[in-house]
């Protein structure tokens, strides 16, 4: 079990990405603060992976605080977490007041900070591990998703940043993954409320997805994991894209 006794908090593991990461993470041995905003998927799976919950808001600071003091309370130390929580609100620039974009700022990019901020000092003694779950919208992003994708940019500066000091200074690896088109159950959903068939994932042409599937998951989560443990050594400040072509620089075929 590459996780075996280590304490983890998975922030929005009630589902989606998050909630593979937390059962990628149980199943290779790991204590995990099950962490969703909405306390009765929190609980319920919680009681499946006999694991303990806590759930909360990430925009609000104190929360961050408790979060981390729960999963400590729990386990008795903390060897790693992924800041997986976020939200994907869509706007063009001209519905993008201030409230709008501090909202979107404060769960996808200031509560990661304050969350590692918290955790720090027990990070430190175990020599732990960070990974943050960025977007590969952190490098443009669509026209409705400015604020998302300014935050998830934002959010890869915070890990280089942090991925150099505290690797220095504390021992503590901080990592990020980019995922790309995952089809969580969210995204399956979200195109349906937009127009698309019911089966949309399974008429994707081979450019959008070039092995004929959206990612899972799952796939997203085994990575992650590896983040997670001693294997990976020294590596800190990195970010890696997590997509079935090559996001930057690709020139697909004409159709």
Request: proline letters at 5%.
């Amino acid at each position: 079990m590459k996780l075996k006794d280590k304490a983890i908090i998975v922030t929005g593991s009630t589902m989606g990405i998050g909630e593979a990461i937390a059962r990628r993470a149980v199943g290779e041995g790991a204590q995990v603060m099950i962490h969703g905003i909405e306390s009765e998927l929190a609980q319920a799976l919680a009681e499946e992976l006999s694991m303990p919950f806590c759930s909360g808001d990430v925009s609000d600071p104190g929360h961050c605080e408790d979060l981390v003091a729960a999963a400590v309370g729990a386990f008795g130390k903390l060897d790693g977490v992924v800041n997986n929580a976020g939200v994907v609100w869509r706007n063009l620039i001209e519905g993008t007041d201030a409230a709008f974009w501090d909202g979107v700022m404060a769960i996808n990019a200031r509560a990661p900070l304050l969350i590692i901020r918290a955790a720090l000092p027990h990070l430190s003694a175990a020599r732990g591990a960070v990974v943050n779950i960025g977007s590969v919208n952190a490098y443009s992003g669509e026209p409705n998703l400015l604020a998302y994708s300014a935050a998830k940019g934002a959010l890869m500066t915070l890990t280089r940043n942090l991925g150099d000091t505290l690797h220095r200074d504390h021992g503590v690896r901080v990592n990020q993954i980019n995922p790309g088109w995952v089809l969580s159950d969210g995204e399956r959903q979200r195109k349906i409320d937009e127009g698309m068939d019911v089966d949309w994932f399974k008429k994707l042409d081979r450019n959008t997805a070039p092995s004929g599937r959206i990612i899972e998951p799952a796939e997203i989560a085994a990575t992650v994991v590896h983040f997670l443990t001693d294997e990976l050594g020294p590596i800190s400040g990195q970010v890696l894209e997590l997509e079935q072509f090559p996001f930057i620089g690709r020139n697909p075929p004409k159709c």
